[in-house]
């Protein structure tokens, strides 16, 4: 079956400092990644995707690169802020060889992240 | 206004009791889903919909049983609440042909 895998944490960074969350999946198809991110108080919101192998998506200055040899999706940013305290999930959607959508997320425990200013 | 809505966002509920949890979306979506978050285990699929006619069990639906009364309408109710169903209740949605599925803001459930 489909499962992902994330880092364990909570992890805690000091302003500025460099963010990494690291994600591997196992998945049969061909799997759509994504991050999404759960702000204190409030539902998920999807922070980016990538659909096929060599992807790179980006969003709010965070990326992450689908790597298929090492099925990874690890998570990073250069700078991290106080604002990106919050909790991380990384997620997968399988297809089929068609590239068809099976329409459901395989989400990964989560990871917290800390910034301190 | 938000795009998909729960109520109640918190609920404390004795275990036995019956309760419902609903979610509305005004966003067009065909495709609706309940998830349960636990700390540490991330999201599990409780149940999904992918019509109004469509209604499948996810990994965890022992339990819990799901009405769709229309397509912007998905409700999830606990028959019979216990104590571990403890948890933070989120519904999503999502388009046909578009994998990203978009949340609400969470049902916070407390069974004693």
């Known amino acids: 079956g489909n499962s992902v895998t994330q880092m364990e944490g909570p992890v805690t960074l000091s302003e500025e400092a460099f963010l990494t969350i690291n994600c591997t999946y196992t998945?049969?198809?061909?799997?759509?990644l994504f991050w999404y991110v759960q702000y204190p108080g409030e539902g998920l919101q999807l922070l980016l995707k990538a659909t096929k192998a060599d992807d790179k998506g980006s969003n709010k200055g965070f990326e992450a690169t689908y790597r298929k040899e090492t099925t990874s999706f690890h998570l990073e940013k250069g700078s991290v802020q106080v604002s990106d305290s919050a909790v991380y999930f990384c997620?997968?959607?399988?297809?089929?060889?068609?590239?068809?959508?099976?329409?459901?997320?395989?989400f990964g425990q989560g990871t917290i992240l800390t910034v301190h200013p | 206004d938000a795009d998909v809505t729960q109520t109640p966002r918190n609920r404390i509920t004795k275990t036995g009791k019956r309760i419902m949890l609903e979610c509305s979306q005004t966003k067009g979506h065909d495709r609706m889903y309940w998830y349960r978050q636990d700390p540490g285990l991330g999201l599990r699929l409780i149940y999904y919909?992918?019509?109004?006619?469509?209604?499948n069990k996810g990994e965890i639906s022992d339990g819990y049983s799901v009405s769709r009364q229309a397509q912007a309408k998905f409700s999830l109710s606990l028959e019979s609440a216990i104590p571990n169903q403890t948890a933070l209740y989120f519904c999503a949605t999502s388009t046909s042909g578009e994998e990203t599925q978009y949340f609400g803001p969470g049902t916070r459930l407390l069974v004693l």
């Open positions: 919909s992918f019509d109004v006619k469509d209604i």
């Open positions: 998945a049969t198809g061909y799997p759509s």
């Open positions: 997620a997968l959607s399988a297809s089929n060889a068609g590239g068809t959508s099976y329409g459901k997320l395989t």
